[in-house]
């Protein structure tokens, strides 16, 4: 039933409750899991890595380091400055902030071709981005 909705606005009504969740300190597992699930449908191949940000979001959010990495790897393969970002963020947690710093060097980089090649503007607002 969700899936036959436009992508947009799954993704509008996911994100602003899961960042009410997370506001909240109350996580989602259910929405969380529909979120999963619609980020592995090959469906929506131009949302694809929006849900899988929001995704891995939430996962470190949630102190989900393995989930989060896992989804990392997905996103490794669409060339998205998230990927990097996300990537950071799991290295300041870790403590290792050197390679943060270069992951977000990496993921500024990324950001700064796309926009280069592209009338869009490639800058996602993320989280670990702050």
Not at 4 to 33: H, K, R, Y
Not at 82 to 87: E, K, L, S, T
Request: net charge negative; proline share 5%; aromatic share 6%.
């Amino acid at each position: 039933m969700v899936l036959s909705l436009d992508p947009d606005l799954i993704m509008l009504v996911l994100e602003f409750e899961l960042c009410s969740a997370a506001l909240g300190l109350n996580p989602q597992l259910e929405l969380l899991e529909t979120l999963a699930m619609i980020a592995n449908d090959r469906r929506y191949p131009s949302h694809c890595s929006e849900m899988l940000a929001l995704l891995c979001e939430q996962y470190l959010l949630q102190g989900r380091i393995q989930e989060a990495r896992e989804v990392i790897q997905v996103l490794a393969t669409m060339s998205e400055p998230a990927d990097y970002v996300y990537r950071a963020w799991i290295a300041l947690l870790e403590g290792d902030n050197s390679s943060s710093l270069h992951q977000y060097d990496k993921a500024i980089d990324l950001t700064l071709q796309k926009q280069a090649q592209s009338k869009r503007k490639p800058l996602p607002c993320f989280v670990p981005g702050i």
